[in-house]
Each structure stands twice: as structure tokens, then as C-alpha cells.
């Protein structure tokens, strides 16, 4: 065991955040603590690292055992590089590295009686180079800054002059070099893109130590996590496995909490109605019995009633129009700023019902698509055509479409004027704002409440084409699943951007990959997305090892092997294509075949019952028994039938 928590409580203005916390963390453990926003995560995470004392219980760290800690907002200063900020970390081989210099230049010149010394000296710290990766820790740090993001290019940048993402990426850098026995890391993948995120999967997976995340990210947690630390109304419990284990045990056991709470209601109930009845007899035995069982009833110890999930907030998506079937029309689409080039020549198209999701490493433009979709950014160059009754509902993450002076209630009645005063604040209360909440100003809300507000006015908009710029920032896994559930139930279009896989692996039915200006095509979920892309780059692959080995000298070999590469994605997306609506004909085929198979066994035995009700077969056994053992007959394959169709139909 390397960290035990132990009875942790804590409360701020006698309100408790944590009561009787109690878990361990094993060596190579990688752990996840899950809950809503405020359920005390972050709190927690500080008692362990003592940045905050608990009101009672004890936090043990092995003996000899180290741990590092990246707070949320956790960032480098100074006027260090990039690179020399993470060397740092490595000043202990840096000072090795530099002793043994200095004594190889000693053993030059030295007797032979100092230098045996020197050799054993030097043979002692050539040992303990090599142990600490010595050899190898300039691959090790150059392999870190790549995998959070950083080119060759921004290595000699002044830490000074970076964005707070790019000080907070530093700051984890720092900490995955230092290799601790514990790392700690709360909401580490807030500042990443999808290939950083997909490296550190990789590096923690591999980690020598224990790792302990607080995440929303419920893609990366079923990749990483061995174990669910849930807080839920200051209380922990423990989940053996992954996210989704999680979420499906906790289901159960929500369930079997709510099936006890209404079987004792139901027990209390009944005793109630006898104790009544027993004392309307007003006889002295009854009475007795009546208070002996109303003793019972003071004893039991009463069940709280669980908490529906997701019963909180309430989004429902619903066009107020239909469009055409044609959407959205873009064609030769091109943005710079400056001498940044984000894109050239996109093209592509969206039908009425599709959900797309455009997903791509940042700073490939994908949220400059969305605001030149909405008018807020010019292209150089390009056409963006909206299909008829096109109605746009925007969700912006930087929240653009809010006015951070205006209260929530003039915020929503500004712009729906229309409501009545008790529609604005049932919609308000809809997401979690209730009483003088409506009047709290915009910019005072967190990041968290400005996302609700404009999920809010997303639903009033009533739009049939809705554009989503990272809408899952900022809320919390049981916000998130409300929102998926809306975007699955929404008859309209969607277009979003995100780095949530989860997400856009419940939502979308359709992937625009934006790499180095090329924007391919993918004809399903996140998951087809992995699927295929490997498939496409080991085509790729393939095909420029082929036209390299034919012609290595010739001039033009970088050009066709491009030109291969080129053929071969178009190949793939098309062969891709074909696949998916021949697996769909199929299935539409077998529903189709499912259904007249069922159609026709009940119309059989529509027959068969008014046989066995004719006067000339009800009284003939034999004609009886032979349509009775017909009907089971039927009556079993319909049954597998209907479990096919249910199959079938979902598919």
C-alpha cells in the first residue's frame, strides 16, 4: 500500500463536504475520483497533499514512497525555455553528468595510487547515471514536450510569453519527469488536444507508479483507471474497474437502494393501516397490540430515498421547423491569419438528421469552421451555402452568445421576450437556477453556469441546425450525459466541435478529421474513426514504402508517393462507405424479412384460432390437438422473432 486515507471529514460553514472518506491507493494502482461539480474532489485531493487540514481523520503516505501533485490551474513562471524549465527537473544527472567530467579530465594526470580511487569513484557514479536514465534522459524530456503538444520549434519559447494552457502543460511536463511514487492529477486533460490526450493515456497506462486523476473525461478514465473512487453527498465508495464498470454497478446498486426504500415504505405503510385498524376495534387487547407494533415501527431504522439520476436539470432539443434535406453547402473553404495558414480548399457537405463532429488537434482551425459557418469570421476565400429553413441554434464556448451584464432573467427575456415571467424562471430553474439566482449577473457565474445558461437558450431557440463549439467544457459527467441524451433524441442537424470522445462517440454519426489542411471523411462513431484510420495508415504506409522502393532515386518519388497516399485515402474512404451501406442494406434487409416472417406466423395463427372455434373442429380432438401443438410452434418462433426484430429494429 502506498496511500491510506483514512475517516477523512471536512466541512466549510458547518456544512459537510466529506464525511468518513476512507480508501487506499496499492503501488501501480491507477485510480479516479469521480463526482458533480462541488462534491468536494479537489478538496479532498488538498487534505492528501496537506495543502488543507481535514476537521478529523488521518492521511498515511508510505514510508520512503514521494508524490506529486498538479492542481487544476497549476502553472510554471519565470523566464526559463520551455526546455530548460524541464531540465531542471534533471539537475541531479546534470550534476553526475558534470562530476564525471571533471574526473575524467582528473585521471589524465593522476598517480596510480589516486587513480584507482578516481576508477571507483567514477565506476559508483556511472552506476547510478545509468539507473537514473542517464544516457537517454535528453530523448526521455524531448519525448514528453512532443506527446503534451510542444514542436522542436517552441522549445527555446520563454515560459513567460506562453498562454495559461501552455504554463499548465509545462507544469505537468515537469511532474511526469519527476517521477514520483504518487502523481496526483486533477483535471489534467483540460488544456490537451486529442493526440496529447492519446499520449498521456499511453505514458500513465506504462507508469511505474500509482496514479490517482480527478476527470470528466469518461473516455480517458475507461483507458486509464483500474479503480472508481465516487463521492456522492460527502460520502466515498469504491468501484473496482474502469469508468463504464462504474457506471453500470452503480446503476444496479442505485436500483437495488430504490427497490429496499420502496419495499420498506411499502412495509411502513401496512403497518400503519393495521395499527389504524387495530385501535378503530377500541378494545384493550387490540390497543396493546396497536402500540406494540407502533414500538416496532420507531425502531426501524428508515432508508433515504436515492436520488433519480440526472433528474436535475431538464434539456429537451426539439426543431420548431423542418429544413430541406440539404444543410449546409461548403466549397473550397480557406482561412490564414497572418502567415498561418489553418486551412485550404475544405469542402464538404451536411444533410438534414446528420450529427457530425469535426475533430482535429488545436490550432487546426476547427472552431474558426464554426464561426465562419455563423458569420463571425470572413474566409479568405470559399463558399458557405445554408440549405432552406435553415434555423442555427450557436453554442459558443467562450459564450460570446451571452451578455455577461445582464442578469439570467434578462439574459433569457431579452432575447424571448415572448415568455411570461413564470416560463422565464421555470426554464431558468430547468438548469439549477431557482430563486434570487435569476438575478445573479452573467459575469459572475463560473464556467459550469455560463454553459447551463446557454444550453438554456440552445433549447428556446427551437433551432433545426445546431452548431456546438466544445459543449461539454465546464460541466460535469451527469451534465454531460443529460446533454447526450438530448443530442441522441434531437430530430434536427448538429455540427459540433470537441475533444470529448465520449461524447462524440455517443452523439455523432459521422467524423470530419481536420489534419495539416485536409479535412477527411469518416462514416460513423469515434470508435469506426480509430478503426479506420489505422487501416488508413498502414495503407498509407504501405503505399509510400511501395513507390519509395521502386524509384528511391528518381526525382519525383516524394510526388508520387503523395500521389499514392492520395489515392489510397480516397480509395479507403470510398471502400469505407461502401461497407457501411452494404452493412446497412443488410440490416434493413433482414428487419424487412424479420417482419414478414412475423406478420405472416400471427395471421397463421389469427386462422388457427377461428379453426379451433368452428363447431366441426371443437368437438374433433385429434383436429384440436393438431392445431393446438401448431399455435405453440408459432407461438415460440414469434417469440425469438420479436427478440430479433427488437435487435434488428436498435441496429
Known sequence: MILSVNNIHKSFNEIPVLKNVSFHIEDYDKAAIVGINGAGKTTLLRIIMGELSADEGIVTLSKDKTIGYLSQHEAVSGENTIYDEL????????????????IELQMKTASDEKLAHLLSIYASLTHAFEAANGYAYKSELTGVLKGLGFDEADFSKSVSTLSGGQKTRVALGKLLLQKPDLIILDEPTNHLDMSSITWLETYLLNYKGAVIIVSHDRYFLDRIANKIIEIDHAKATVFGGNYSDYAAKKEILRAAQYNA????????????????????????????????????????ELLD??????????????????SGNDVLHVENLSKSFGSLTLFENLNFDIKKGEHVAIIGDNGTGKTTILKIINELVTPDSGLVRLGANVQIGYYDQEHHVLHMDKTLFDEISDDYPGLTNTEIRSTLAAFLFTGDDVFKTVKSLSGGERGRVSLAKLMLSEANFLILDEPTNHLDIIS???????LNAYTGTVLNVSHDRYFINKTASRILHLDQNVLTNYLGNYEYYLEKKDEQLALISAAKAQSSGHSRAASGAVSNASDASSASESKLDWKARKELQAAQRKKENDLRKCEERIEQLETRNGEIEAQMASPEVCTNVAKLQELSKEKDENDNALADLYEQWELLSEA
Open 87 to 102: 531540465l531542471s527537473v534533471k539537475q541531479n544527472i546534470l550534476d553526475m553528468q558534470q562530476q564525471m567530467r571533471s
Open 480 to 486: 454531460k450525459e443529460i446533454l447526450e441524451d438530448a
Open 305 to 322: 430515498k436515492p436520488i433519480e439520476v440526472r433528474a436535475d436539470m431538464h434539456l429537451h432539443l426539439e426543431p420548431k421547423y423542418t
Open 261 to 300: 426504500y420502496m419495499k420498506q415504505q411499502a412495509e411502513i405503510k401496512h403497518q400503519e393501516e393495521v395499527i389504524e385498524k387495530l385501535k378503530s376495534f377500541n378494545r384493550e387487547k387490540s390497543i396493546k397490540r396497536a402500540e406494540s407494533r407502533e414500538r416496532m415501527l420507531d425502531k426501524i
